[in-house]
């Protein structure tokens, strides 16, 4: 990545993410009214309200971090290239950048894509379906957004790579650092073919209010949030939060009543407006566009008898499986009225539940086929 | 029970519960045109439509039912008796009349009842769930009404029972019939307490179509229904929709998607309104009266910093546990304005996570108390 023929506005927004938390509004409302140019220049005047910047003005060398993004791989992605991301204008203070590393590009990879996020401290079952979800999105052309944390986010990360999906990594320190620093192999292989993404610049420790800030960018990097586990405090439910903030859709999957780990999953379906989901299938619904994926209501078997109301139940359970009974023979043995057997029977029929043979009902044993 | 009192209108109900299967819609209008004493007497004449009832107008025995009802310590129960219970009058067709096996007075223990159903074949989760959420009603005040089958029904009532709490059978088949035959001794002690309702005669027999007749009693005569466990075509869901025809609340309690058993619930949750219930508070909290039994939301310990906004996170992570910062350290270690610092510290130290001693900040080690 050469900076030679970077513009001034690239080489400002660089530097920003270098010297300005994330989310700072005051520098974003400067931002809005005078370009990064001229933000930068203010906030390296270090005057007034703006000293606040000015131990880390002394030590800002862009050249040093694009250095380093050079040498992971990175590159720098600013507001009006061609793969910035849609969706991050929704956010309240987007970021000042994107650095991304990894061969796909950002724009693309997170166009159909769904946030599958959880708890660090999962348990086996929530792993589980964090893996089966993250594979059923990506099998059906969603990439999956999530934070490579321990947990849920490895687990939805390791699922989308298992069937060759595509994955994103938003993470809360700088492209090149490794963190969790177990995560190395994993975070590899997601750049293989995905991408990892951060607004802070390269070099940049993990911190809690970076964490925050990084929930906010995965909401609103995708169609929707999925929360697969999650205590009733973890900091993965901040994450369907922002995108509820969003309005965009946000889902959770139960668990048992008994685990912990599911309590904040239930909670956000009684409390918070997440709808339950149990599959890949029901999460398509839920992020997808109008008439893409749409679902029936899942069906049983459908076995005879099973879906009746009481009077043709009460039909049904009369008929012989062989020989069968006359209408008169029906009526004295139901006590029904001739108009609700005569109902009955036509509904029975109809439903391949019953056949008439020679003026005598009887039952189908197998039901509708 | 002696009959020699009874009103034309007792014996005329008794007589239509053998005579007319429950939700005989014919019948239900006769009976609310001309009441009790003329339907049976038509009924008897066998005439024109009604000579569907001719057989079971020749086999008619009040006195030997009444005889059987009396036998097993059963009583005959009639709308406009004290003991006749609220609700009912909302069915489309509610019973004819209902016999009660039991120490308790029916009006009195469903006045305040939840219904707790689900599937017959049951998972250890489900019958483990069934019973803790019974026993936190029964301990609460509210009695559990269910429906006496294997799985869920008989983990319901035992677990009212395990607290000397009040439940009430709502059976297909007479009061006078044990079934299943397993569950004898349940409903033996059932009654000691509480007691085994019907619609149909003493000594009829339990069918498929008065098994879906006695649910909508089920959910005529509580508060509110809650599934536990049940398939996508358990017969318990149509408890819940008919639960849902009368607008009483319904709840449904969630657990593993990898369990059949659990699907019912979550399509319930997904597709039928049903609310996501985890415990015996949540659901008095659905099926209570305005004021009673209102929760919080659950919370988790309260942790230093976990729930908070990234400005006061920042500031709040780069506080030291001991000694302290002033304030132009904190700005410049932040690179916060001054005006979100001290917003910040004014936050932190009212949730009790900072202090301010000599003109210096640090963060409080253990959070609220």
């Not at 050079?70 to 650095?99: F, T």
């Not at 390791?158 to 809360?172: M, P, S």
């Not at 922002?242 to 912990?260: C, H, I, K």
């Not at 893409?292 to 043709?312: I, K, N, Q, S, Y």
Request: proline fraction near 5%.
């Amino acid at each position: 990545m050469t900076t030679e023929r970077w513009t001034d506005d690239r080489w400002a927004r660089a530097a920003l993410s270098r010297l300005v938390e994330p989310g700072d509004k005051a520098v974003h409302g400067m931002l809005a009214g005078h370009g990064p140019v001229e933000t930068l220049r203010r906030i390296q005047s270090a005057q007034g309200a703006l000293a606040r910047f000015a131990e880390r003005v002394r030590r800002l060398d862009v050249q040093r971090d694009v250095a380093v993004a050079e040498k992971v791989g990175a590159r720098l992605v600013v507001p009006g290239d061609g793969e910035w991301p849609a969706g991050l204008e929704d956010l309240p203070v987007p970021p000042w950048c994107l650095w991304v590393r990894g061969a796909a590009r950002l724009d693309e990879v997170v166009r159909r894509s769904v946030a599958v996020v959880g708890a660090r401290a999962a348990s086996s079952y929530g792993e589980t379906q964090a893996a089966e979800l993250a594979a059923g999105l990506a099998t059906a052309g969603w990439s999956v957004v999530s934070g490579a944390a321990y947990g849920i986010d490895g687990a939805a990360h390791r699922g989308a790579l298992a069937v060759d999906g595509l994955t994103v990594a938003v993470v809360a320190s700088g492209v090149d650092r490794v963190y969790p620093a177990a995560h190395a192999t994993l975070l590899r292989r997601i750049s293989a073919t995905g991408c990892i993404v951060s607004e802070v610049a390269p070099g940049s420790a993990p911190m809690g209010s970076r964490f925050l800030a990084r929930n906010r960018l995965i909401a609103a990097l995708t169609a929707g949030t999925v929360v697969v586990e999650a205590g009733l405090r973890s900091g993965s439910l901040q994450t369907l939060n922002r995108a509820l903030d969003l309005n965009r859709p946000v889902g959770a999957v139960p668990g048992p009543v008994t685990s912990m780990t599911s309590a904040g999953c239930h909670n956000a379906i009684r409390n918070r407006g997440a709808v339950l989901v149990t599959s890949a299938a029901e999460v398509i619904e839920l992020v997808g566009r109008v008439g893409e994926g749409a679902l029936d209501e899942p069906r049983g078997p459908v076995l005879p008898a099973d879906d009746l109301d009481p009077d043709d139940a009460r039909v049904h359970e009369t008929l012989p499986r062989s020989g069968g009974l006359d209408l008169d023979a029906l009526l004295s043995a139901t006590a029904l009225t001739p108009m609700v057997v005569l109902a009955a029977l036509a509904r029975l029929e109809e439903g391949g539940l019953a056949v008439k043979k020679d003026g005598r009902w009887r039952k189908i044993a197998s039901g509708r086929t």
